[in-house]
């Protein structure tokens, strides 16, 4: 299938590792220009290279902290200045620390409403003047099966990637007019870093082997498996693409049948 991609420009965020870093070689991959940040440069700069050299795109990294105005300033007018606009805006930062509630501080609940939610309002305050002169665009942003199916241990996560899905709705209702298509993407149980960390954090906090947990997740995806990091990048592509071009205001999730909801 031909996602008509050729030439776009797409910007994705924490894409040094993970899923941003698979979103961003799908979209590579399919003929995209591409800016990249990530907060740190020596991982940011090997995955750009690594980029380019699997799929011949033009990539541009660019070391950015997305919970900081200036930063997300800088960086989509550096995205605009060496590309000439932007067509494809994908948010994704890492994920707020796990802990129950009782364990979680102020300073806890202020850094993950920074780097949560608010990098989402931000990248948007300054990508949505560019994607409008376009006449058209795509913003995606990654989120996780709790905004649907909350998951004990990540208060933080459950309560401030549902604020971001209320978001994306209410913006993908108002920029409609403009042409402007806005999703989430919500992966289940991922092989990622993040996810490592997540199992480690679970088996220390029960007192468990983290091969165990490891395994209780496992076992509750119907398909049987982890998923791969492509797997999500590769719908990101499609949401990107003309072939996803009356898809708006929704949450996909990317999770093995995980969520046992019907919506």
Same mark, same amino acid.
């Given at each position: 299938m031909d996602l008509d991609l050729h030439g776009k420009v797409a910007l994705v965020c924490a894409a040094s590792k993970g899923l941003g870093r698979a979103a961003a070689r799908s979209l590579a991959g399919e003929g995209c220009r591409l800016a990249i940040c990530a907060r740190h440069a020596e991982p940011l700069q090997e995955t750009a290279g690594r980029i380019a050299r699997d799929t011949g795109a033009e990539v541009l990294p660019?070391?950015?902290?997305?919970?900081?105005?200036? !930063?997300? +300033?800088?960086?989509?007018?550096?995205?605009? !200045?060496?590309f000439g606009g932007l067509d494809i805006l994908v948010t994704n930062a890492g994920g707020p620390k796990s802990g129950l509630f009782d364990t979680l501080t102020e300073a806890d609940w202020r850094g993950a409403f920074d780097v949560t939610f608010l990098s989402v309002v931000l990248l948007c305050l300054e990508a949505v003047p560019h994607l409008r002169r376009r006449g058209g665009g795509r913003i995606i942003n990654i989120t996780s099966v709790s905004v649907k199916q909350p998951i004990d241990g990540?208060?933080?996560?459950?309560?401030?990637r549902a604020a971001v899905t209320g978001f994306s709705k209410t913006l993908a209702n108002e920029l409609a007019? !403009?042409?402007? #298509?806005?999703n989430c993407v919500a992966p289940g149980y991922t092989r990622t870093d993040r996810v490592t960390e997540l199992v480690n954090a679970t088996a220390s906090r029960e007192g468990l082997d983290p091969a165990a947990v490891a395994a209780r997740?496992?076992?509750?995806?119907?398909?049987?498996? +982890?998923?791969?990091?492509?797997?999500?990048? !590769?719908?990101?592509?499609?949401? +990107?693409? +003309?072939?996803?071009?009356?898809?708006?205001?929704?949450?996909?999730?990317?999770?093995?049948?995980?969520?046992?909801? #019907?919506?």
């Open positions: 660019i070391v950015a902290d997305v919970s900081q105005r200036a !930063d997300v +300033a800088r960086l989509v007018a550096a995205t605009v !200045d060496r990540l208060m933080l996560s459950n309560a401030l007019r !403009d042409g402007i #298509l806005v997740l496992v076992g509750g995806v119907p398909l049987g498996r +982890a998923g791969e990091p492509r797997e999500l990048g !590769d719908l990101v592509a499609f949401l +990107a693409s +003309a072939r996803g071009s009356y898809i708006t205001g929704t949450t996909i999730q990317v999770d093995g049948g995980t969520v046992k909801g #019907l919506l």
